[in-house]
């Protein structure tokens, strides 16, 4: 085939250079972005990203079930590049003065894990008993409550609530700077202003069945079951969806996006060095005037 007619064949390779699933597009909720390994709950038969880190969102504001906890979580915040998600208590944001919040419980299983950034502070809701510690400061406003409550500055407090016959003892994680700056805030506002401020989770990349999946060149993701109803492990590749892992071919998923850049660098300077042979060939056939 003369030099020429390679240009068009060649063009026609771009498009299918980047086998990128439809359903792993990336999302905007608010002002957080949604990318994978995270994705958008949505009535779809499947989407793309890591079990666990689905995403809700309602009124422009993003939301996230921790499973563990059956609780919400409203996130303010991903950081790609150092694999941190922020998030607060849902609960925080609805009391000026007692928030009534959630025991948050992490599996060693789950891709998202508490990190060397963040602290906790400790509620006692309705106890019988006055606290005779120091660092116990009494809450105002517990409007469901007709006994006392407590915040504590730590966690190693929950083994007296029922010392104190308390209703229930609740250890909310927040990060460790907002809480060394809540002598700042005033006392009304202090601990509801620090849980606001939330607190940061890490996951992680490439691990137990989505890493195998991402290592073959697919991504990670799910399919609704039409019989159930449940949700079946599924890796995207660029052949079509399975249930295990994809093909060997380097140019499928994430980890193969460099080769595809540095391929299809290759094909543009291939691209542009044939069309300068091709028109020197041109110039050197042109017929004599």
């Known amino acids: 085939m003369p030099p020429l007619f390679l240009l068009p064949v060649l063009l026609l390779l771009f498009p299918t250079a980047h086998g990128y699933p439809s359903m792993c597009r990336n999302a905007t909720c608010g002002e957080v972005t949604i990318a994978y390994p995270f994705w958008l709950n949505s009535s779809s038969a499947s989407s793309c990203g890591y079990p666990g880190l689905g995403l809700a969102c309602e009124n422009n504001t993003t939301l996230i079930l921790l499973a563990q906890s059956h609780d919400r ?8 590049a150092t694999r941190t998600i922020f998030l607060a208590d849902g609960e925080a944001f609805n009391s000026t003065s007692c928030p009534l919040l959630h025991n948050l419980t992490i599996d060693t299983s789950s891709p998202l894990q508490l990190t060397p950034s963040d602290s ?33 500055m730590g966690d190693g407090y929950t083994g007296e609530a029922h010392e104190y016959g308390c209703e229930a003892a609740v250890v909310a994680p927040v990060l460790h700077v907002h809480k060394e700056g809540m002598g700042d ?10 849980l606001m401020g939330g607190f940061e989770l890490n996951y992680s990349p490439h691990s137990g069945q989505c890493g195998i999946c991402e290592r073959s060149g697919g991504w990670c993701g799910y399919q609704h079951n039409q019989t159930n109803g449940s949700l079946g492990f599924t890796c995207f590749c660029n052949g079509g969806p399975t249930t295990d892992k994809c093909g060997t071919s380097i140019l499928e998923g994430p980890l193969g996006s460099l080769h595809r850049r540095l391929i299809l660098r290759h094909k ?22």
């Not at 805030?185 to 620090?194: A, C, G």
């Not at 069309?275 to 056939?285: E, Y």
């Open 185 to 194: 805030v005033p006392p009304e506002r202090r601990y509801v202003d620090v």
């Open 268 to 289: 543009a300077w291939y691209v542009l060095q044939v069309g300068i042979i091709a028109d020197i060939d041109l110039r050197v056939n042109l017929p004599s005037g």
């Open 73 to 80: 979580y409203r996130v303010s915040g991903i950081d790609y």
């Open 120 to 152: 906790n502070i400790t509620f006692f809701y309705n106890c019988e008993k006055n606290a005779s510690w120091p660092s116990a400061v009494e809450l105002d406003g517990c409007a469901v409550y007709n006994k006392s409550s407590y915040v504590f």
